[in-house]
């Protein structure tokens, strides 16, 4: 069966510092990946999907990136962070075609102080 | 365009009774919806989906949903309420857009369940 991991499962970090969050996926091979992040009392707001290794599209404007180095891991890293970058942050897969829904990971609390 | 709307921020019941979250959608095409749960500090659990198949779906947990076209709705419940069933739920339409299929999430509705 398939297993989503994130890592870490809280973080504290200052204004400013960088930020690297990891996901990987077991039990499936090339699965759609995804960021969302959620604020508090919102919402979710998807950050980033990709298709394939090295594929990455943006959804929204922002001080965050991602990268795809491995067919099931998924990094969501930022240079400096800002205080709006705290949130909930949830990684998620889906199979590459049908409808089936996404499937997420526990989440990253991350509270930038 | 496709969304969802949840028509209720916040459901109070007590336990053993039954739940009714609310949801009506609207989609250009035959939609795949979706409910999900996420308890506090908690990813998010796929409760049911339906993807045109039979209109009633039955999930986890004892809860279903059924779709209706007619009335562009897929309301979910649960004929019992457990304390355990207290927790945000999305309702969700899914959509084909740049090679995926994307995610609409609705704005959620907190369950309570009173003793």
């Known amino acids: 069966s398939q297993t989503i991991h994130q890592w870490p499962a809280t973080l504290v970090q200052p204004v400013g510092s960088p930020l690297s969050l990891e996901c990987t996926v077991e039990?499936?091979?090339?699965?759609?990946l995804y960021w969302y992040r959620q604020a508090a009392g919102r919402g979710l707001q998807l950050l980033f999907y990709s298709v394939g290794i090295g594929q990455i599209s943006s959804e929204v404007p922002q001080n965050l990136s991602a990268s795809r180095p491995q067919d099931r891991q998924f990094i969501l890293s930022s240079k400096k962070l800002l205080l709006s970058d705290s949130g909930f942050y949830l990684c998620?897969?889906?199979?590459?075609?049908?409808?089936?829904?996404?499937?997420f990971g526990p989440g990253t609390r991350l509270t930038v102080l | 365009a496709q969304s969802v709307t949840q028509l209720d921020s916040h459901v109070s019941v007590s336990e053993g009774t039954p739940v009714l979250l609310r949801c009506n959608y609207s989609s250009s095409y035959s939609p795949s919806l979706f409910w999900y749960v996420q308890h506090p500090n908690k990813g998010l659990q796929l409760l049911l989906k339906?993807?045109?198949?039979?209109?009633l779906v039955k999930g986890i947990n004892g809860f279903e949903a059924e779709f209706k076209k007619s009335e562009t709705s897929f309301h979910l419940t649960k004929p019992s309420a457990h304390m355990s069933d207290a927790a945000e739920y999305f309702c969700v339409v899914s959509v084909l857009s740049g090679g995926y299929n994307k995610l609409i999430f609705g704005a959620g509705t907190r369950l309570a369940v009173h003793p």
């Open positions: 039990g499936t091979s090339n699965p759609n």
């Open positions: 339906y993807t045109s198949a039979a209109t």
């Open positions: 998620a897969w889906s199979p590459t075609s049908g409808s089936v829904g996404q499937f």
